[in-house]
T-cell receptor
């Protein structure tokens, strides 16, 4: 089944403790992206990647890092999480053109205390 | 950057009623998408639109690409409880560019 898989689904952590949220897709998509969703703010893009070893900042990149060493994986790294990064995170992927839109993962709910 | 506005922000309707929502932008888009997000899940693509004036249906859902290319509309006919969720529009200026997402319309269906 074609899908985007995120792990974990739920995570509670403490301020300053580095964490990684993994994202993997099995559709051979070139494009991958991370979003955060907060009440009333919709989906805001954090980082995106047009292909392996190519990453760019989205609208809200501060406090986040990403890497794209393989086509299928696009992990999101929070080096020193803070409470304002408590949010619902989504990974998405698509063909380069985006013609059929993005396929989203099921989300990771992160709480930083 | 480009921004999309969605209207209404939220709506409560009775089961069986028809629903209309829209998405507007100050920019011209080449592609419009409509997504639905069920509670606790990621958004799922409902309809994709590629030409100004295009009208496309997916079951009880119908979406239109506005003539000005600055707006799009989504209608749901004869709503049912499983229509509950958040509906997002997304626009793309040119192929290969990032999609811009609207803030969403939250739909509640009362039995």
């Amino acid at each position: 089944e074609a899908q985007v898989t995120q792990n974990p689904r739920y995570l509670i952590t403490v301020t300053g403790k580095k964490l990684t949220v993994t994202c993997s897709q099995n559709m051979n998509h070139e494009y991958m992206s991370w979003y955060r969703q907060d009440p009333g703010l919709g989906l805001r893009q954090i980082y995106y990647s047009m292909n392996v070893e190519v990453t760019d900042k989205g609208d809200v990149p501060e406090g986040y890092k990403v890497s794209r060493k393989e086509k299928r994986n696009f992990p999101l790294i929070l080096e020193s999480p803070s409470p304002n990064q408590t949010s619902l995170y989504f990974c998405a992927s698509s063909l380069t053109t985006g013609l059929r839109g993005y396929t989203f993962g099921s989300g990771t709910r992160l709480t930083v205390v | 950057g480009q921004q999309l506005n969605q209207s209404p922000q939220s709506m409560f309707i009775q089961e069986g009623e028809d629903v209309s929502m829209n998405c507007t932008s100050s920019s011209i888009f080449n592609t419009w998408l409509w997504y639905k997000q069920d509670p606790g899940e990621g958004p799922v693509l409902l309809i994709a639109l590629y030409k100004a004036g295009e009208l496309t249906s997916n079951g009880r859902l119908t979406a239109q690409f506005g003539i000005t290319r600055k707006d799009s509309f989504l209608n749901i006919s004869a709503s049912i409880p499983s229509d509950v969720g958040i509906y997002f529009c997304a626009g793309q200026v040119n192929y290969g560019q990032n999609f811009v997402f609207g803030p969403g319309t939250r739909l509640s269906v009362l039995p």
